[in-house]
């Protein structure tokens, strides 16, 4: 396979719902924002304040509730959703975590103490080792390695 096949075959784009794989959750989560919105509105005895709270914890759990796009590429890895966007460029990854879930690709080396609020994670949706695939080519390459 020649370099172009090879990078449009590693430049991958997926959605992920969390919502819907885990949607019995929703009710729990639901009541939980909207109770808290409540329990802020009469203890400010303010309805401003309690829509505040409510539209603060949707956002807060957007991730939930959207569904959010990833993509790795030539550039890098990141995420999308809603007015929220999280990438990281392939020179800046340092150190690469893998779990039953996803992948994290972090700026900092792992025993950093930032290191677990930094970086960018990708959710695998069924295609784990074409995610863990794509990113040992683009880390590859970026690094001036051939893989094949």
Not at 11 to 26: E, M, S, Y
Not at 53 to 82: D, F, K
Not at 99 to 118: C, I, M, W
Request: glycine letters at 8%.
């Amino acid at each position: 396979m020649n370099d172009e096949g090879q990078a449009s075959q590693h430049t991958l784009q997926w959605t992920v719902h969390l919502l819907r794989r885990g949607p019995q959750k929703a009710w729990k989560a639901a009541a939980t924002i909207v109770l808290a919105g409540v329990l802020v509105g009469f203890s400010f005895r303010s309805a401003g304040m309690g829509l505040l709270a409510l539209v603060l914890l949707w956002l807060a759990t957007r991730e939930y509730w959207l569904p959010i796009r990833y993509y790795v590429n030539e550039r890098g890895a990141g995420v999308r959703y809603l007015g929220a966007v999280f990438d990281i460029t392939w020179d800046r990854v340092k150190y690469v975590t893998v779990t039953d879930e996803g992948v994290k690709l972090s700026p900092l080396p792992p025993r950093s103490r930032l290191e677990p609020f930094r970086g960018v994670y990708l959710r695998f949706s069924d295609n784990r080792e074409q995610v863990l695939e794509a990113i040992a080519f683009w880390r590859g390459c970026s690094s001036g390695k051939t893989t094949s």
